[in-house]
């Protein structure tokens, strides 16, 4: 597509239930990263894919996060048994990559997660 | 390790005055830097890059920076400030590293107040 999409934009969930945040990235594009933007604060990094190579899951908080790439695409990232505090927008960036001179990330527009 | 030290989370402008949004890195290689734009219920949009080539970099909406290694600075500025710029801005650091990709370590973000 033209551009990073992010669905849902927005989601309500109660404590303790699953959610799955999905992005699909730009077309071609072999990078693909996960961050978190809590209220006042800047930008956390919590996972990143690049091309078939085994994703960097450093900056993941807790084993409740996880994230997958089907075929080098689509991204998701589950939250399992959500918590209060992972309330926040979690922003999905894709870039060409290192080899295609690729520094510089296009984001998506963000999907706001509300735990109640 | 790389990190980035955005120097006032809160700056405020008359329109028609210089803007002036400070950044220092800290990076083990030559980095390269960036400067992100954030509007109310939007993703970020990439204002400018530094990737080595000319120290002065120019970027969309009359915005530019300079990159300044004996300071370890990269200072965002705008000759006459404009309503619209109001928004949040995040500098953000990468190195070069082929091994390590091109993830990008952000700062906590400036809030830009422009006042009529």
């Known amino acids: 597509g033209a551009g990073v999409s992010q669905s849902p934009s927005n989601k309500v969930t109660e404590k303790g239930k699953d959610v799955e945040l999905r992005c699909d990235p730009i077309?071609?594009?072999?990078?693909l990263y996960w961050y978190r933007q809590s209220l006042g604060q800047g930008l956390e990094f919590l996972i990143y894919?690049?091309?078939?190579?085994?994703?960097?899951k450093s900056g993941l908080p807790s084993d409740r996060f996880s994230a997958e790439r089907t075929g080098g695409s689509v991204s998701t990232l589950t939250i399992q048994r959500t918590q209060q505090e992972d309330s926040a927008v979690y922003l999905c960036?894709?870039?060409?990559?290192?080899?295609?001179?690729?520094?510089?990330?296009?984001f998506g527009s963000g999907t706001r997660l509300t735990v109640v | 390790a790389q990190s980035v030290t955005q120097l006032g989370s809160h700056v405020s402008v008359s329109e028609g005055a210089l803007v002036l949004l400070r950044c220092n890195y800290s990076?083990?290689?030559?980095?390269?830097l960036f400067w992100y734009v954030q509007y109310p219920n939007q993703g970020l949009q990439l204002l400018l890059k530094?990737?080595?080539?000319?120290?002065l970099v120019k970027g969309i909406n009359g915005f530019e920076a300079e990159f300044k290694k004996s300071e370890t600075s990269f200072h965002l500025t705008k000759p006459s400030a404009h309503m619209s710029d109001a928004a949040e801005y995040f500098c953000?650091?990468?190195?070069?590293?082929?091994?390590?990709?091109?993830?990008?370590?952000f700062g906590e973000g400036t809030q830009l107040t422009v006042n009529p």
């Open positions: 990076s083990s290689v030559p980095p390269y």
């Open positions: 960036a894709s870039s060409p990559g290192l080899r295609q001179g690729g520094y510089g990330y296009t």
């Open positions: 530094y990737t080595s080539a000319a120290t």
């Open positions: 953000a650091v990468s190195d070069r590293g082929e091994t390590s990709g091109s993830r990008l370590t």
């Open positions: 894919f690049q091309g078939n190579s085994a994703p960097d």
């Open positions: 077309s071609g594009h072999t990078a």
